[in-house]
């Protein structure tokens, strides 16, 4: 498994992501996607519903469009 710090780094070199939602903080996932949305590459959190609405909800304004939910068992 990356680290946080990994995976902003591949976002940063201009690659999109899909990683385990239940896998990373609430704030380790708002760090993932701000740096999505900085460089404009789409993340995808799958397993989201190991998430609050409310911790989606500022995962999504962190990431300004970049970020996918999967809900799918």
Same mark, same amino acid.
């Given at each position: 498994? =990356? %680290?946080?710090? &990994? ?6 070199? !201009? *690659? !999109?992501?899909?990683? #385990?939602?239940? %896998? =990373?903080?609430? #704030? &380790? +996932?708002? #760090?993932?996607?701000? @740096? @999505? ?7 995808? +959190?799958?397993?989201?519903?190991? =998430?609050?609405?409310? /911790? +989606?909800? /500022?995962?999504?304004? @962190? *990431?300004? *469009? ?6 799918? =068992?």
């Amino acid at each position: 498994m =990356k %680290t946080t710090n &990994q995976l902003i780094d591949i976002i940063r070199a !201009g *690659g !999109g992501i899909r990683i #385990d939602a239940s %896998t =990373k903080t609430t #704030d &380790q +996932l708002v #760090d993932i996607a701000r @740096a @999505a949305s900085n460089k404009m590459v789409h993340l995808t +959190l799958a397993n989201a519903n190991a =998430k609050t609405t409310d /911790q +989606l909800i /500022q995962i999504a304004r @962190a *990431g300004k *469009g970049c970020v996918v939910f999967d809900f799918v =068992k």
